[in-house]
DNA sequence: TCTGGGGTCCTAGGACCC
DNA sequence: TCTGGGGTCCTAGGACCC
């Protein structure tokens, strides 16, 4: 099936994922519209199930925006835990096919089956396998896409929803991009799909034919990469963790339950995110020496971040609090405050002291894979209620981060 | 009771040093 | 005394992803 220097490339995306595993654990939901929101009061709809979704009910929408569209909708707390948990296991599953596994986040993965096909017959049969394990052990469905490489893959995932198994062969490409929207494409986003509109750019086609001359007049270097987007083209490898693979930076936001001017309001709150951020970068073996705030004004428009570097790293949570507070004795605060964030970049990796023999790291390489998705997925609810459980805002704050988002970046259009 | 939270990457522009 | 260039580090802001 691969031909020479051809790879095949698997792009899983659980369906409705922190929904469907809600569904699961708890039968009375199975079949009924279901919608997975954060703690607190000002929340929004992470994940909805099929059910509701087919009601109008969309991500991002407030719980009273759901409720109207669809007032049978039953509203579900989220549980980070349990979502970490099912998908350290499900990546398990994937591990069994092949070791270059790449979380792309909590609920998509990529995975290069190229060298895994001798063993299984075809990319298809891996995917079929994978679907029936996870449906047996987890009773949840997933979306997989099959094609050379990771950009096609995840466009294929995405064809098929739910429960879809979607093949992009290599001499098809040109025939399924050709009338494709180009906001399909992963890391084409509502401002480039704006800018490309604007030159009479609407399908991946016309971008690909595009003379790459006027996409780097306009974008700079990121027209040559968008060009190969156009034409299904993309060299990235799926990247497994490894060694190497570190996080750059480590932070915590948070909208308020209600706007406050309080100084002393401000820097308890300050003060939490700054423990939240210290205890996690603690838990990574990290420091670094820059420290970021970020304030979200009542308005919800208006917002600044400011950033300041140290001489030295840092991760305890007092060193961390007092950078933050520096920073906010240098501006005025106009309004009450909605949101406010502590981030810590730049970042110091402590060295690992490595096993000497073979098995024994890749047993420990293993395990920091998982520890990781654990940590980036599941650590922030925890921590956070164990400092103030007697806070309403303590409760599950459900977040589908990703941390390695590929594509197309900030572009200065000139 | 309008509108969450976790990231990464990229660029511009200024300070500073050689 | 004046002018110029390269490199690095820093801050700020934006786009994109889930």
Known sequence: MARDGQRTVLHIDMNAFFASVEQQANPALRGKPIAVVGGGGRTVITTSSYEARARGVKTGMAIWEGKRVCPELIIVVGDNRKYTHTSSKINVIFRDFTSEV???????????????????????TIAYLIKARIRHNFGITCSIGIAP????AKLASDMQKPDGLTIIAADDVSRVLEAMPINELCGIGKKMQHHLNMMSIYTCGELGRCEEARLTRKFGIIGSRLKLMGQGIDHSPVTPFSEEDEVKSV????????????PLEINRFLLQLSEMVGSR???YNVSGKTIHLYVRYADFFSSWGKQTTLKSCINQSDE???????????????????????SLSNLKHEAKQLPLFEDERKKLFATQAMDTINDRFGSMAVTFGSLIPEKASAGSHVIPPSWRPEGVKNIDVK
């Open 102 to 124: 790449e979380a792309f986040s909590i609920d998509e993965s990529w995975l290069d089956v190229t060298h895994s096909l001798g063993l299984f017959g075809t990319a298809e």
């Open 149 to 152: 490489n990771k950009l096609l």
């Open 251 to 262: 932070g915590h936001s948070r909208t308020l339950e209600r706007d406050i001017d309080d």
């Open 281 to 283: 970068a603690r838990r």
């Open 320 to 342: 961390i609090y007092k950078a933050a507070l520096s920073i906010l004795a240098t501006v005025n605060l106009e309004q009450p405050v909605r949101l406010l964030g502590v």
